[in-house]
Structures are given as structure tokens and as C-alpha cells.
T-cell receptor, first 113, second 116 residues
Framework: NAGVTQTPKFQVLKTGQSMTLQCAQD?????MSWYRQDPGMGLRLIHY???????DQGEVPNGYNVSRSTTEDFPLRLLSAAPSQTSVYFC????????????FGPGTRLTVL | AQKVTQAQTEISVVEKEDVTLDCVYE???????LFWYKQPPSGELVFLIR??????QNEISGRYSWNFQKSTSSFNFTITASQVVDSAVYFC?????????????FGTGTKLQVIP
């Protein structure tokens, strides 16, 4: 099992550019989520999904879009990158919604200039 | 809305000292789950423990122990005889649904430095 994989590991964008952060898991987990980690802020939930076709917003959803067409994949789209979106992004999955421990990907470090 | 507070931003201890990391939570749910995760300097996030709201038994795993007290809404984590490898950021998290889907809220983390 590869667990949770994220690509890319590093990315530099210019303000206004769009991009998609990829996340995949091979554990047949129902629940997947995206967090951003900023110094002093901990991990903040951006969007999450409780199963294929079902997504919902977290604490800080503005500027991000998600969809979940398969159980395995949960991409995060930045529509028009802003310097405030400079952060480390983590994708996570768990067996069922919220009850089980989450398995995290290695993270994507994004810089927006 | 649910909330997790980790008031200790950074803690430094000398190796072999005991250290307790505090976690206080707020929720209106009667059923919820509490977690601790570790983030070593390499950056990955590692699950340590899960507790549900109906299980107030303390847990011990080697040098790690957890004290869950519903009366004070706290879920504290103690490391006994700390080691340099314990240096990391530790996050407390709460999962609740407040009538909707389960969401997980993390605290801001406590950075622990163990000095040899």
C-alpha cells in the first residue's frame, strides 16, 4: 500500500495562476480531507469528502475547489492563486467519516509570488 | 462550533524530564472523538491515539500516557522520561458532527524541544 500520496511536493505560482494539487489513497477510505498548515495556526480544514460525490466546506474554503468522482482521488483546485495561499497543504484520509484516525500525505509546499 | 485549544505554544525540557501537553476542547456534541498527532521535524503527521467521548479511561503506551477528563473538557498528554526523539510538534484534534457530517478540528499545536 502506498497510503496517501500527494503531488507535487513543491510548487511556485504567480498571483492569479490556477493549479490542482493531487491527492490519492489506496486504502479504500471513505473520508478524505484537505488542510493547510501555517505557522502558529495549526492545521485548518479547507474541504472534506465523506464519500465519492459528496463534499463539504471546512473552516477556510474560499479560493479553493474540490470534487470527488472516485473513492481514491480528491484533488484540490486553486482557482486564482493569491499570496495568502502560500502554505503547506496536507491531504488526509480515514476509514470512515471522522471516527477513525487520519492518514496523512507527505504535504505540498506551495509558494505564491 | 467546536474548538480545540493548546495554550502551550512551545515547551523545552531537558532529556529524562517528564512533560505534559495540555489540550482543552469545546463541543456541543454528546458523541465525539479526540486525537493526538505528532509532527516530527521531517514534517509528516503521525497518529498517536484516539479516544471517544464515552471512554474516560486513561491510557498508557510505553512512555506516553493520556488523561481524558470530560468534567474539565481536557485531554492531556504526558511523556515520561522524555527523549530527544520526542522533539516534535504535537497536535490535539476533535471530531464532531454538530448535526451534520463529521469534521475534524485541530489545535494550533505545541512544539516540544527535548534538550540532551
Amino acid at each position: 500500500n502506498a497510503g496517501v500520496t500527494q503531488t507535487p511536493k513543491f510548487q511556485v505560482l504567480k498571483t492569479g495562476q490556477s493549479m490542482t494539487l493531487q491527492c490519492a489513497q489506496d486504502m479504500n477510505h471513505e473520508y478524505m480531507s484537505w488542510y493547510r498548515q501555517d505557522p502558529g495556526m495549526g492545521l485548518r480544514l479547507i474541504h472534506y469528502s465523506v464519500g465519492a460525490g459528496i463534499t463539504d466546506q471546512g473552516e477556510v474554503p474560499n479560493g479553493y475547489n474540490v470534487s470527488r468522482s472516485t473513492t481514491e482521488d480528491f484533488p484540490l483546485r486553486l482557482l486564482s492563486a493569491a499570496p495568502s495561499q502560500t502554505s503547506v497543504y496536507f491531504c488526509a484520509s480515514s476509514k470512515r467519516q471522522g471516527y477513525n484516525e487520519q492518514f496523512f500525505g507527505p504535504g505540498t509546499r506551495l509558494t505564491v509570488l | 462550533a467546536q474548538k480545540v485549544t493548546q495554550a502551550q505554544t512551545e515547551i523545552s525540557v531537558v532529556e529524562k524530564e517528564d512533560v505534559t501537553l495540555d489540550c482543552v476542547y469545546e463541543t456541543r456534541d454528546t458523541t465525539y472523538y479526540l486525537f493526538w498527532y505528532k509532527q516530527p521535524p521531517s514534517g509528516e503527521l503521525v497518529f498517536l491515539i484516539r479516544r471517544n467521548s464515552f471512554d474516560e479511561q486513561n491510557e498508557i503506551s510505553g512512555r506516553y500516557s493520556w488523561n481524558f477528563q470530560k468534567s474539565t473538557s481536557s485531554f492531556n498528554f504526558t511523556i515520561t522520561a522524555s527523549q530527544v526523539v520526542d522533539s516534535a510538534v504535537y497536535f490535539c484534534a476533535l471530531s464532531g458532527n454538530s448535526g451534520g457530517y463529521q469534521k475534524v478540528t485541530f489545535g494550533t499545536g505545541t512544539k516540544l524541544q527535548v534538550i540532551p
